[in-house]
């Protein structure tokens, strides 16, 4: 079963807005990653959070942690046509490494 | 430059027809996935490899089989291809399994 289950799985939003996703696991983690995928392509990292971190910032990307609701979310600030992709969370759990099933963004021009 | 390259691209093939997918990275890491994407479904873990001659299966590893042999290698093979397991698949390998991945570029496969 997946360790991680995103929300909502399907965004649209104008430029400039911002876009917050959210992603829920099931078990103990050691870090939380969030990857961007563009359409079939290979993911990218963007951002990593260890479980003792609450909060981390890159860039326009902001991402928040509470282990205590199993819950991350993802923030992408000012939004541009650039960012529309789908993101996932990942997690590992006893040497396995978990994807949730992703969010799909789409960010009008 | 760093990277994780995989062969062929695209692949259509029959079933039962016996397939490999390589996988090569040149970062030296020591542990390599694979993984398959299917809609709605997000990525799924087929195999892992901590180390050489280290393999162990992920969430889905039924149909399949991987070795690891070099560090820099991990290929897939599938013995005996069903249509089940027509998907994207992609190879990804980082320091530690709590470390950044770095993925491959997928491979389309395609069972008839």
């Known amino acids: 079963s997946q360790q991680g289950e995103e929300d909502p799985q399907a965004l649209s939003i104008q430029e400039g807005e911002n876009a917050t996703m959210n992603c829920s696991y099931k078990?103990?983690?050691?870090?939380l990653q969030w990857y961007r995928q563009n359409s079939g392509r290979g993911l990218v990292h963007l951002i990593l959070?260890?479980?003792?971190?609450r909060e981390k910032h890159s860039g326009r990307l902001r991402v928040t942690l509470d282990t205590s609701k199993k819950s991350s979310s993802l923030l992408i600030t000012a939004s541009r046509a650039a960012d529309t992709a789908s993101y996932f969370c990942?997690?590992?759990?006893?040497?396995?490494?978990?994807f949730g099933s992703g969010t799909k963004l789409n960010v009008k021009p | 430059e760093a990277q994780v390259t995989q062969n062929p691209r695209y692949l259509i093939t029959v079933t039962g027809k016996k397939l490999t997918v390589t996988c090569s990275q040149n970062m030296n890491h020591e542990y390599m996935s694979w993984y398959r994407q299917d809609p709605g479904l997000g990525l799924r873990q087929i195999y892992y490899?901590?180390?050489?001659?280290?393999?162990d299966k992920g969430d889905v590893p039924e149909g399949y089989k991987v070795s690891r042999k070099e560090k820099r290698n991990f290929p897939l093979i599938l013995e005996s291809p069903s249509p089940n397991q027509t998907s994207l698949y992609f190879c990804a390998s980082s320091w530690t399994v709590t470390d950044t991945q770095y993925f491959g570029p997928g491979t389309r496969l395609t069972v008839l």
């Open positions: 078990t103990s983690i050691n870090n």
């Open positions: 959070i260890r479980s003792n971190e």
């Open positions: 990942a997690t590992d759990n006893f040497n396995k490494f978990y």
């Open positions: 490899s901590m180390n050489v001659e280290v393999t």
